[in-house]
Antibody, heavy 116, light 106 residues
Framework: QVHLQESGPGLVKPSETLSLTCTVS????????WNWIRQSPGKGLEWIGE???????NYNPSLKSRVTISVDTSKSQFSLRMTSVTAADTAVYYC??????????WGQGALVTVSS | DIQMTQSPSSLSASVGDRVTITCQAS??????LNWYHQKPGKAPDLVIY???NLQTGVTTRFSGTGSGADFTFTISSLQPEDLGTYYC?????????FGGGTTVEI
């Protein structure tokens, strides 16, 4: 059973950078797409972007100017970096594995609050 | 972006009822449509992929149909563990987009 676990600060100040890491265990990181999705409090799901195990990335155009997703296959980890955050970026951030674009394994989610 | 419209946004039903949720895409997406079930406080679970295929280990009470722009998700006989919110997701074109969700109450 593949397991994904998000880690990173739960509180980020406005205008600063949000950084999260997802660690993949009990499965290979190779030959899959690795995704970040967020869910604002009481809201629906928003796809942030994906990185393939080779390092190729795709981003949601609405966030592309502020987001970087990277992968470190040697550590079985992939990461999200989002700059210039505001209160609107407060959300639960999920990492998920994509078999093509079927998101079949998800982390438990990490709540990130943007506040001074 | 492709907009995904789900209806209803919420519903209340009884154990044993047949429940149907619809999802409409703003343009044709073939069968590139998945359904997820999110229980309260948990991450979403993939339940249907490619519009009509049941994900491994998922109850056969769940089914999906449709192609093009109109899709349907059905629970044949509602059970207490089926409560939560259901989301459709298209992946025909990036960015991946989700419907607004349908909350099922029992």
């Amino acid at each position: 059973q593949v397991h994904l676990q998000e880690s990173g600060p739960g509180l980020v100040k406005p205008s600063e950078t949000l950084s999260l890491t997802c660690t993949v265990s009990s499965g290979s990181i190779n030959s899959y797409y690795w995704n970040w999705i967020r869910q604002s409090p009481g809201k629906g799901l928003e796809w942030i972007g994906e990185v393939y195990s080779s390092g190729n990335t795709n981003y949601n155009p609405s966030l592309k100017s502020r987001v970087t997703i990277s992968v470190d296959t040697s550590k079985s980890q992939f990461s999200l970096r989002m700059t210039s955050v505001t209160a609107a970026d407060t959300a639960v951030y999920y990492c998920a594995r994509g078999v093509w674009r079927d998101l079949d394994y998800w982390g438990q989610g990490a709540l990130v609050t943007v506040s001074s | 972006d492709i907009q995904m419209t789900q209806s209803p946004s919420s519903l209340s039903a009884s154990v044993g009822d047949r429940v149907t949720i619809t999802c409409q895409a703003s343009q044709a997406i073939g069968n590139y449509l998945n359904w997820y079930h999110q229980k309260p406080g948990k991450a979403p679970d993939l339940v249907i992929y490619d519009a009509s295929n049941l994900q491994t280990g998922v109850t056969t009470r769940f089914s999906g149909t449709g192609s093009g722009a109109d899709f349907t998700f059905t629970i044949s006989s509602l059970q207490p563990e089926d409560l939560g919110t259901y989301y459709c997701q298209q992946y025909d074109h990036l960015p991946i987009t989700f419907g607004g969700g349908t909350t099922v109450e029992i």
